[in-house]
């Protein structure tokens, strides 16, 4: 056995093998896009489980829990060695309680918890990767009660990623515990083309930085995308995502530093493409502000909508038009500034008509169909505030510079021209 396992990885650096024959996700996790907390955007590799347990608290206080926020994801940096049988141990001075014990925490407060390793010999931080190990990585991780892995590609260059993304999807699923699958190799290999019984989830693109327009090249190959950015990227794969099947435009960086309208349209695209939603800033410390856009159940609704289509731009230009079809009969409609000045919009309904047979099986059309619209980012989203009839003068709205206006537009009634 162990032989053929040698076998197999030496295959998988020769770039022969691909999945083997059985390799398949644990099924029925993210039947809607994954939500939860990650350490790395604020926190990097300093993290410790005083910062997970604290995170935890602050993620039932504030409601965040309640809200869907369920996975509390530890990411690069919680490694130790590997032991004298080849195990993976966390690190004694950050995690002096163990991972067991942080899981059964983590658990005793409702919430999920996740873990991050790489495919490669070692993760992006330089600690031990799961190359040769996933079996034993898999196992440990489920003994320890895991929900989540994210699984990344630093170190991986001899390495086929079918192959090695396959083999870490059959490990967890042979461990037994239902443990979501977030594949983090930056859209390098197509995972979208691939990986949809593999994954419940896959990064599109390289990581993000709290920054709305511009990108960030270190130097070295690593270049960091701005939200804009990774929109346009993420944008084109629509067909490929699903539920329990993921896009992955990257973490959450509302409340790193944007402004407050850049933080409420980047949380709005990121449910316009019914992205994973997993926040990247500091929970325990989080303004009011910030907490009112990641708590705001109805633009959350959009992203966990059950149709679990992603959502499609129908017009470019400074501001972009954008169109999710939710489940019913209902659509979310979003206008997206991506100047820094205030832009005036004729609400020329007719235009938008929009045909996504291909995709989702929907049509909307605005000259025989009149929709009802409620103002997801309005004080009052229940409110009615207008509708998209035909009237004499065209209604404009302003959308303010790198902001967005928000729509859930209802079904009124089928009326005549
Ligand atoms: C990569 C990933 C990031 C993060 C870091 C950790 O860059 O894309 O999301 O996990 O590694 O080192």
């Not at 695209?269 to 989080?286: E, S």
């Not at 929907?362 to 229940?382: C, G, M, T």
Request: negative net charge.
């Amino acid at each position: 056995m162990r032989k053929l396992r040698i076998l197999f990885v030496c295959l998988l650096m020769a770039g022969v093998a691909t999945l083997p024959a059985t390799a398949q996700k644990y099924e029925g996790l993210a039947r809607t896009p994954q939500m939860g907390w990650n350490t790395w955007n604020k926190f990097a590799d300093k993290i410790d489980e005083q910062l997970i347990r604290s995170t935890a608290d602050a993620l039932v206080e504030s409601g965040l829990r309640d809200a869907g926020y369920i996975y509390l994801n530890m990411d690069d940096c919680w490694h130790s060695k590997r032991d004298s049988l080849g195990f993976i141990t966390c690190d004694p001075e950050r995690f002096p309680s163990g991972i067991k014990a942080l899981a059964d925490y983590v658990h005793s407060k409702g919430l999920k918890l996740g873990i991050y390793s790489d495919a490669g010999r070692q993760t992006c931080g330089g600690r031990p990767g799961s190359f040769g190990h996933e079996y034993q990585d898999a196992l440990q991780y489920a003994r320890w009660g895991i929900d989540y892995l994210k699984y990344d590609w630093c170190e991986s260059y001899d390495i086929n990623a079918k192959g090695a993304y396959g083999l870490m999807s059959e490990a967890l699923r042979e461990a037994g515990r239902p443990i979501l699958f977030s594949m983090c190799e930056w859209g390098s290999n197509r995972p979208w083309e691939w990986a949809k019984d593999v994954a419940h989830s896959w990064r599109t693109t390289g990581d993000i930085w709290a920054k709305f327009d511009g990108t960030w090249d270190h130097g070295n190959g690593f270049v960091q995308n701005g939200v804009l950015q990774i929109l346009d990227m993420n944008e084109p794969l629509r067909q490929y995502a699903g539920p329990g099947h993921w896009n992955d435009p990257d973490m959450l960086e509302v409340g790193n530093g944007l402004t407050p309208s850049e933080d409420r349209a980047h949380f709005t695209m990121w449910c316009m493409m019914a992205a994973p939603l997993i926040l990247g800033n500091d929970i325990v410390n989080m303004s009011p502000e910030v907490k009112a856009v990641l708590m705001n159940r109805d633009v959350i609704a959009i992203d966990q909508d059950t149709l679990g289509i992603q959502g499609m731009r129908v017009e470019r230009g400074d501001v972009e038009v954008w169109l999710k079809p939710l489940a019913g009969s209902d659509w979310a409609f979003c206008l997206l500034n991506r100047t820094l000045e205030p832009l005036d919009v004729k609400l020329d309904w007719r235009r938008w008509s929009t045909d996504d047979s291909t995709v989702s099986g929907r049509k909307i059309d605005f000259e025989s169909h009149v929709y009802e619209l409620r103002d997801l980012w309005a004080k009052n989203p229940q409110k009615v505030v207008g509708t998209t009839a035909r009237t004499k003068k065209v209604a404009t709205v302003q959308v303010g510079g790198h902001d967005v206006v928000l729509y859930r537009l209802t079904l009124q009634s089928a009326s005549k021209k």
